[in-house]
């Protein structure tokens, strides 16, 4: 049942220039190390060069630096880990969508849904809503009122959207996103907290995916905005009327206070964190669980956390650290 | 459709003076920067001062040490920013409540939901439990047994509640919020991990916020108890056996391991750590993503991540803390 | 109608020597501090110890050493923090299991459920799927395809589970976990990410629990491996194709990015982040937010979150941090 192709057939769909031909149909995607004679493997980080001679596979996707470092059947191509990317999609196209609003899904009569749209069970569709074609709408999401998803937009099973958000277009949020909650606002006021209304929304452009229980907040009274093309992990939190630039990617568990700026093409990496009210320019890689507490302005790679070591180690760092503080000497 | 007032009625309604009188009616809260003739402004925090001047609001809301600062029509009042809060809330009521229980909820027998209290699509609804006056439960919360929910709380999508927990009066869930889980406990026995089952549960006081995925888990013994006032952003983890004091803030991200005992009036920092058995007097601000280890008696800010630099410096940075800890030498 | 036990009929159970009897009816587990007569207590951290005699328990459980340290009534026993635990099983047994399918559910009809299992209201169960023996299955959970949930599994509400995924047996599940989403894999292309379907899935072994919220990345092209006897603690991020070591223990809050090895009996301490590709040797155990960015080939504890001081002390450490890599200079 799963799709097989030769080598010719993935260059005429995909590019590149295949040198030779696979002995038999190519039936998936595999690494050198684990890839069969049926598997078409690829070579994208050189440090797997020495991958090449033993691998069995059937045939192999690599660059054009590489194109004699090997027999086997190949596809030569300029980038080969998009083309890696591509050729798994060709092997395993999304599910197809199933036009078709489950029955038990509660649907408001003022939403719309379009016709060639999924909606799965359990699933409920608050007023003025609009679901565009090709959408698939897992089991259980929870999508409120005035909220827009656009063409061919996928979301998995239990996500939430509150009222008057925007997703785009080809997006997809995995399971337990939730989009729109309110924001973490409030003002003191003798001894006690007064919440303040969060009445902006979340735009999302198109091309987005946010992962698995990542919040994204709702703005106070503008909007928070995710551009197109961001790649968010999952357990990310982006508070209210941050901003995040087209094609930046967030790698899992990273926080980010409210009313941030994030330029284009950034890099933040796993667990790092960013507090309130910053501005990082395009093009920055925070490192992991790094902690940015200043506004970036230069392109580059910025790293906080000092390196783990064997904890009696850490013990006599520990010990130099706070005697600095506790005698208010330089060292 | 949306509500439209004067300078004077919102005085009226929320106190403070009016100076003036804004020239139409007004209909929204806006920053000054954005803000046009028929939305009233806010001067809260004085670095944002120097808009006043060029500001299009038709009002603003502003201190007494600022009542001369602008010639617009304007509200003075002691705290401006609380009055911004509550005059968000004036022009944004949150959704009434509809009363009823939606046809697809399953709502046991022996629970007992107030006849004013709306209960969404898909909620379940256990044995024992009671919903209170004016509560608002959104599509698909899972609500156990013998949960008490007080007076005018409100759960957006897809809150848990597990058994024999209880939410207090005018409290706010919001999406993917799991109150009750089993704490994180368990014991050695030969080299293999046997589960200590979590008896105790979950005490919530009144108007408490809780931001969306955030988990607080059942006590093991006793009860896990989250004070009154306390206000939670998303994605907060709060161990078993835990006491947050009232009115205490924790920002996003925070992880507060178990039994620790934090006072009232914190303010605890997005991605801050707590490790256990810990305890953290009044009026204590712990700074974003500071891991405290040892309890805290004195109140004040506390402080431990370095601060981030480019990395090129940051590796020079690692070495002589590497090099520190090698050779066991002071700097 | 709660269980009540003698000290007999515990150690006729449980094992371990009963010395004297308790003066009535036992009818629950307490602190050493919380209990009265019809309580037993336990010892197991000896930090307690002076509050045995004070205790007005009915009965207490202690080890070897602590035999005469109290007159208790009392359970001698070589682990007596696990026999706290499997006391607290035995008055507190986990809710019957109650075989059927809630007319609500959604089961495909080339899903194969066992008669014994329970499946809550709102489930949505794909095909293919299979649900052992005496599994629990919540309300709201969204389990895919060709899913396999071994005998006695216990997943609580609002569990997604992806298509092609399998957890072994006597798991538990909290509420809001999210297994197999695709993992955070794409690669750049002209100044675009281009997705790679991430077609591996997740293995979970036997007798593995996850905490609430926690998220388990499928595979990209291998599975993401828990091995079993694991237990997760809640809001982990486990990344794509991790194979985690049977009876490793991660606390709250952990990120784990993509193919990294952990061994076997490791401890993970809270807000912990390991980067991707390392190799984590058995029985290795991290500190508290601590980031590990080596492979680990010895087993002991590693640090590197710098102690925490009060703010005014920390301008000055950091001053110093920063002039040292400002200057260029050594220390």
Chains 1, 2, 3 share one sequence.
Not at 220 to 236: F, R, S
């Amino acid at each position: 049942m799963a799709a097989s192709f030769s080598l010719a057939e993935i260059v005429a769909r995909l590019g590149g220039e295949a040198v030779g031909e696979a002995p038999g149909p190519l039936t998936g995607v595999a690494t050198l190390e684990s890839a069969g004679p049926a598997h078409i493997a690829f070579l994208a980080n050189l440090k797997y060069r020495s991958q090449l001679a033993a691998s069995r596979a059937g045939a192999v996707i690599l660059g054009p630096e590489e194109r004699e470092a090997t027999q086997l059947p190949r596809i030569v191509t300029g980038n080969p880990y998009a083309y890696y990317a591509r050729t798994v999609a060709l092997f395993n196209p999304p599910p197809p969508v199933k036009a078709g609003v489950h029955p038990t899904a509660q649907v408001d009569p003022a939403a719309i849904v379009d016709a060639s749209a999924e909606v799965g069970p359990f699933v409920v569709i608050g007023h003025g809503t609009r679901v565009g074609p090709g959408c698939a709408i897992g089991a259980g999401c929870a999508i409120g009122a005035n909220v827009r998803l656009g063409e061919g937009t996928r979301l998995h099973p239990r996500v939430t959207i509150y009222d008057d958000c925007t997703v785009g277009e080809r997006c997809i949020l995995h399971a337990g996103v939730v989009v729109g909650a309110d924001g973490f606002g409030m003002a003191p006021d003798a001894g006690r907290w007064v919440k303040i209304p969060q009445v902006g929304a979340v735009r999302i452009g198109n091309e987005v995916e946010i992962g698995a229980n990542t919040t994204i907040d709702r703005g106070a009274l503008d909007d928070t905005v995710i551009e197109e093309g961001c790649k968010l992990d999952n357990q990310i939190q982006v508070g209210h009327n941050c901003v995040i630039g087209a094609h930046t990617v967030i790698a899992g568990c990273v926080g980010i206070a409210g009313s941030v700026r994030i330029g284009h093409h950034c890099r933040i990496g796993g667990k790092a964190g960013i507090t309130g009210h910053l501005e990082i320019c395009d093009n920055v890689t925070v490192s992991a669980m790094t902690l940015i507490t200043k506004s970036i302005r230069k392109p580059g790679t910025y790293t906080s956390v000092p390196p783990f070591m064997p904890h009696a180690d850490w013990l006599r760092y520990a010990a130099r650290v706070r005697r600095g503080h506790d005698e208010g000497e330089e060292p």
